[in-house]
């Protein structure tokens, strides 16, 4: 496991590529809205799935999730999770608070949807992106279920990159995480793209980032 | 698969499809998306995407476009998050659509449009129906409704909450359902895991509500839990009872403090439903009767009314029952120990606010001392009253006896006066006549006519006598007179007197005490009498004289005008016809009779009248018509002493006849010179003087006067005074006072001889003799 565990360059350039990815993000989501968002991805970790579902779910607590698989490289499935009680006020921020609570409700599924195929199409786009790879990703599905269910816990030895991300959207918080469920030889040519990246990043002017 | 083919099947589809190459030109287009553009495919293939639809450089496509193609993902777009392409239905109406982005073959990116417009407008519809009617509830509501997650966090409010909380909905949307309360957690049972899903339905909870700026508010929250998508909401409905809470407690209050008034009431105090059904009574009402607060419901409490009340009150409380009047009714209530006290009772109608009369609140006021107060006060009254009346009849007798003895004193000044005038001119014509008579030459006519005037002059004399006697002024012989003696000796004279036909009966109490009384004037008086009572009994009938001692007489049964002391009554009483009131008021005057005219002088009654009075005794008179009458006198008793004095007096005496020296005194020269001719005639030397005065100046000078008649009734100087001043001068002087009637002061010490005018040379003889020998006897 200790092989596996970031080190601190790697933990840091993860969260840089991710903080670049969720701030195209915020732009589309910007555009969606028509109001500011901001979002932001304050720590990166590489756990295991059982961590990850403590992480997540602090127990027994209902999460929705968006979940979008990619391929290339590295495999595996993205999530966009929220604690279930989050993700209405997530909906409401992005739809407007001219909606009924019915209508949030109503639009939750389409809009869930929608908002983490922006965040996690930037996410994984911009890892692509910054690494000079490409992948295909699916389409978005919305799954809910409690953290074991949604890391399905109790089975492999896949790991967890785990991104905390935070959203400010029409002067509302809401705390969600991003995690990319891989197996481990996707960790390890993560892990070795990340130091091809760093290594360029090192080797380059570092004013061409971003 | 051809080419041609593939594309065959495309423009088959009910989706758009639309290829855009790197360059975002259009390499592919389908019917579907032809149709709904109204861009065919050779205007649209070749053209840019942003060229045919050059809104779309403002949306979030071209940045899915371009991930598309960097990265190789896939997006979604959908309708309610995204304006879209301008495309249109057959009818011309908006087709609401989602895309889907993905990369294509290499290269290429593929456009998916999915039309939801049936979908979503059947959704819209039903949602709008549902939500109309549920607005039309929610937004009128008259409480704040609240819908929050399991967590609490408010997901939704009504307007109602907004105004009743202050907050905009952004300001609650997402926060806790504590913002709302001023106490963390009183809500928490809404929340409750379990609770909810056992879908117990809950009591409202109370709840002091916080306003946004802190205020305080009370509600009544009830709560429902719902579940939509397998996520579970709480909606919460808050009444605002703040002011119905108020007013609850200003109820209490006020039933508090109505309650508290009539506990603390003195008075009995009791309150019954509008059909007079009692329902509540005052503690002081089960002090005072001692009867368990039950036992008086409905209408027990009547058992403790007194029966003599019970009808009156049913009645007058029937009565104000059924038209709504006060109920107003004093009435005795049995107390615990049996006593019954006297209370008002009142009662008025309590309204409702339809005018109906809800209830009945009465109170009994004790007024058992007012009502013995009233009574006692009544009682008095009634006494004071009586008191008046009678002391009025009293004082109307009293005022009419003084009237009357005015009446008669004023009657006997006038006819006293009188007389005593004729009694003075009878004695000039007696003594003349007399004179005359024996110088004139006997003559059998002359000696008649003499005869005549002599005894008319004579009857004068008497009658003036009798004025007199009514006016109590005659000359009264005061002596001690044994009754058993001198009724028997006038019985002779007194049947003459009444005739054959009337019977007389004597009724002397042998032990009858002597009167004090002249014994002349008393026969006179029961002559008078006895022929009063014959006039009365023309066809007969008995006449009564009885004699009664009546010792130690008090006020009680005798006149008014007597004093108290020892009396014997002496009645007169006949079975004749009796006298009216109105004849009986005036009997006593003088002059007054009923008899003919010739019959009677009128003065009998009155002369026994004064006469008792003058011997200080009464008289009474009672009469009934048909019955008879009977007259009472009230004669003194006499003393020891006067019976001495009466006995002293009887002296044997002798005539003198030799010629004296005297010295007449009479301010009427006509009375003086008839006694000067008279005295003259008798032999004697007679000094004439007008006054007192002069008549002690001839004393002084002449010491040779024997005998001094004096008139008593002079001015200056009356006959007692000079006689008083003689007597003083030579203690020896026989004096001898003229008098007309009794005049004399009662306390005269000195006993003067007395002669009553008018009076005939003998009597004036008769006198000189007697004071001449008593003055010898005395030497």
């Known amino acids: 496991m200790d092989a596996n565990a970031l080190t601190d360059i790697e933990r840091d350039a993860l969260a840089e590529i991710a903080n670049i990815g969720v701030s195209r993000a915020a732009a589309s989501l910007r555009q969606m809205v028509g109001e500011q968002v901001l979002l932001s991805v304050p720590a990166v970790e590489l756990v295991t799935r059982q961590t990850a579902a403590r992480l997540a779910g602090r127990g027994t607590t209902k999460l929705v999730a968006v979940q979008q698989s990619f391929e290339g490289p590295f495999s595996g499935s993205a999530l966009l999770i929220f604690p279930e009680t989050q993700s209405l006020q997530l909906v409401r921020s992005i739809v407007g608070e001219q909606h009924s609570l019915e209508d949030v409700i109503d639009l939750e599924q389409e809009a869930l949807a929608e908002t983490g195929n922006v965040i996690l199409n930037a996410c994984l786009g911009t890892i692509a992106n910054v690494l000079r790879r490409t992948m295909r990703i699916s389409l978005p599905s919305i799954i809910r279920g409690d953290g074991h269910s949604l890391f399905h816990a109790e089975g492999g030895e896949d790991l967890v990159l785990f991104l905390y991300i935070d959203f400010t959207i029409r002067n509302r918080d809401v705390q969600g995480f991003v995690a990319l469920l891989m197996d481990l030889p996707s960790i390890s040519a993560l892990k070795q793209i990340v130091h091809d990246f760093i290594n360029g990043i090192q080797s380059e002017p570092a004013g061409n980032v971003g | ?779």
């Open chain 2, 1 to 779: 698969m051809s080419k041609f083919d593939r594309w065959s099947i495309l423009d088959a589809l009910d989706v758009g499809i639309i290829v855009v190459d790197e360059q975002r030109c259009i390499v592919g287009w389908n019917d579907w998306i032809a149709r709904v553009t109204a861009t065919s495919k050779s205007a649209a293939l070749g053209k840019s995407l942003y060229d045919v639809f050059p809104t779309l450089r403002n949306t979030r496509l071209p940045a899915a476009i371009d991930d598309s193609f960097q990265v190789g993902s896939s997006s979604i777009l959908n309708h309610s998050l995204n304006t879209l392409l301008p495309l249109r239905g057959e009818g011309g109406q908006e087709l609401l659509h989602n895309i889907i982005v993905r990369p294509a073959s290499s290269g290429q990116c593929l456009l998916q449009i999915n039309d939801v417009t049936v979908s979503v407008t059947r959704e819209r519809v039903l949602r709008e129906r549902q939500s109309a009617r549920y607005h039309a509830i929610v937004d009128s509501a008259p409480d704040a409704i609240v819908t929050t997650g399991l967590d609490g966090k408010i997901q939704w409010v009504n307007v109602t909450a907004e105004q009743s909380f202050g907050y905009t909905p952004a300001e609650l949307l997402g926060q806790p359902i504590d913002i709302l309360l001023q106490q963390a957690g009183s809500l928490s049972q809404a929340f409750d895991q379990d609770a909810v899903l056992t879908q117990a339905p809950a009591r409202p909870i109370q709840v002091l509500g916080r306003r946004k700026h802190g205020q305080s508010a009370q509600f009544d929250v009830s709560f429902a839990a719902w579940a939509a998508d397998d996520r579970i909401f709480v909606t919460t409905i808050w009444r605002d009872v703040t002011e119905r809470m108020a007013a609850e407690a200003a109820l209490r209050e006020s039933e508090e403090r109505h309650r508290a008034l009539s506990e603390a009431l003195p008075q009995l105090v009791w309150i019954c439903q509008s059909n007079g059904s009692f329902d509540y009574f005052n503690p002081q009402w089960h002090s005072y009767t001692g009867v368990a607060a039950d036992k008086h419901d409905g209408s027990g409490w009547l058992n403790v009314i007194h029966e003599t009340d019970r009808a009156g009150l049913e009645a007058a409380w029937e009565a104000s029952l059924a038209t709504g009047a006060v109920f107003d009714f004093d009435a005795r209530l049995r107390r615990a120990d049996g006593v019954y006290r006297w209370f008002k009772m009142r009662a008025i109608p309590i309204r409702s606010v339809t005018g109906r009369i809800a209830r009945w609140f009465g109170t009994a006021t004790d007024i058992a001392d007012l009502v013995d107060a009233r009574d006692s006060l009544l009682r008095s009254n009634e006494e004071l009253e009586a008191l008046v009346v009678e002391r009025t009849r009293e004082r109307e007798v009293v005022l009419r006896q003084l009237h009357e003895s005015q009446k008669m004193e004023s009657i006997g000044r006038l006819t006293g006066g009188l007389a005593h005038d004729f009694n003075n001119l009878l004695s000039v014509i007696l003594g003349g006549l007399n004179l005359l008579k024996k110088r004139v030459p006997s003559d059998p006519h002359t000696t008649r006519l003499m005869d005549g005037a002599i005894q008319g002059a004579e009857r004068g004399a008497t009658l003036t006598k009798r004025l007199l006697a009514f006016a109590r002024r005659q000359d009264l012989k005061l002596e001690a007179v044994e009754l058993q003696e001198l009724v028997p000796n006038l019985s002779d004279f007194l049947r003459q007197s009444v005739g054959p036909g009337i019977a007389i009966v004597f009724d002397i109490q042998p032990d009858a005490r002597p009167v004090k009384i002249d014994a002349n004037q008393l026969e006179l008086a029961l002559i008078n009498l006895a022929v009063n009572a014959r006039d009365a009994m023309p066809d007969g009938g008995t006449l009564t004289i009885s004699c009664h001692n009546e010792i130690a007489y008090g006020r009680n049964h005798a006149p008014s005008s007597l004093p108290s002391g020892d009396f014997v009554r002496v009645s007169v009483s006949d079975t004749g016809v009796g006298m009216t009131e109105a004849t009986l008021a005036k009997a006593l005057e003088p002059f007054f009779t009923t008899k003919g005219v010739g019959k009677g002088t009128g003065l009998g009654l009155s002369m026994v009248h004064g006469f008792t009075a003058q011997s200080g005794g009464a008289m009474t008179l009672a009469s009934q018509v048909g019955k008879g009458t009977e007259v009472r006198l009230w004669l003194p008793c006499a003393g020891d002493g006067d019976l001495v004095s009466v006995a002293s007096e009887r002296k044997p005496v002798r005539i003198r006849r030799e010629s004296m020296r005297i010295l007449l005194v009479d301010d009427d020269a006509l009375v003086r010179t008839s006694t000067a001719d008279m005295l003259t005639d008798l032999g004697h030397v007679v000094l004439e003087e007008p006054s007192g005065a002069d008549a002690l100046r001839v004393l002084a000078s002449d010491s040779e006067i024997d005998v001094v008649v004096t008139d008593f009734a002079m001015p200056e100087m009356n006959g007692f005074d000079l006689a008083t001043k003689i007597r003083q001068m030579n203690g020896d002087m026989p004096i001898i006072l003229a008098t007309g009637y009794a005049e004399l002061p009662i306390d005269a010490t000195i006993n003067f001889p007395r002669l009553a005018k008018p009076y005939t040379q003998e009597q004036l003889a008769e006198a000189l003799n007697t004071v001449v020998n008593t003055a010898d006897a005395a030497k």
